[in-house]
């Protein structure tokens, strides 16, 4: 039945062979057209594909038949998001979030569009919202932090760069953010062992 077809093109997504759960979803469809699961995880593997067209459209689908789908939402803002088209991205996160006031990636999505949009305050303020919506993601301090980086508020910056580090994130680039902030603050000390842990991971 649809539902088995499903469940196995959903195994090979989480295995990494997208074009295999692709051909399930297209059995699953056939079989159950009316199933707004069955268009959006068949657009998330498309989206894996970079395919974001394809997924726009599947995402567009979920939503015709469950209006209120606020995944389908996000992964459509996302699809835009990565095509460049952020007044659109922007329209649909803004929808995810009405659907869902405590969808903390759908708020840190926002601030990245903002970001894009070059609106930095509204980009910071989203990103505060969405640190302050699940405050173990490290992530969103790092967004907070790079905002107030490129706006040459250095020591907020190193405020937030610090609690991205103390939540746990890993990328080495943080480092480099990090010194250089120190450097503008004059705290040369501190920004010496920021830049050596930077040159250390390279």
């Known amino acids: 039945n649809a539902s088995t077809?499903?469940?196995?093109?959903?195994?090979?997504?989480?295995?990494?062979k997208y074009q295999e759960a692709i051909n399930e979803y297209d059995k699953a469809i056939l079989m159950e057209?009316?199933?707004?699961?069955?268009?959006?995880?068949?657009?998330?593997?498309?989206?894996?594909?970079?395919?974001?067209?394809?997924?726009?459209?599947?995402?567009?689908?979920?939503?015709?038949?469950?209006?209120?789908?606020?995944?389908?939402?996000?992964?459509?803002?996302?699809?835009k998001y990565n095509l460049g088209d952020y007044d659109a991205a922007l329209e649909d996160i803004e929808t995810t979030i009405l659907y869902n006031p405590d969808y903390c990636s759908a708020l840190n999505l926002r601030g990245l569009i903002y970001n894009q949009k070059e609106d930095t305050e509204n980009a910071f303020s989203s990103f505060q919202e969405a640190s302050k919506c699940d405050p173990e993601v490290p992530l969103y301090f790092?967004?907070?932090?790079?905002?107030?980086?490129?706006?040459?508020?250095?020591?907020?910056?190193v405020s937030c760069f610090t609690k991205s580090l103390e939540k746990g994130y890993s990328s080495a680039d943080i480092f480099s953010y990090l010194g250089?902030?120190?450097?503008?603050?004059?705290?040369?000390n501190d920004a010496v062992e920021a830049h050596t842990k930077y040159i250390s991971a390279y």
Do not use: C, W
């Open 5 to 16: 077809i499903y469940s196995r093109g959903e195994t090979y997504y989480k295995e990494g």
């Open 180 to 188: 250089n902030s120190l450097d503008q603050l004059e705290e040369y």
């Open 142 to 157: 790092y967004n907070m932090a790079y905002i107030k980086y490129t706006d040459g508020d250095y020591e907020h910056a």
């Open 33 to 79: 057209p009316g199933n707004a699961e069955f268009y959006n995880s068949r657009g998330v593997t498309y989206y894996q594909l970079k395919k974001y067209y394809y997924a726009i459209s599947d995402f567009i689908n979920a939503i015709r038949l469950k209006s209120n789908h606020t995944l389908a939402y996000y992964n459509l803002a996302h699809s």
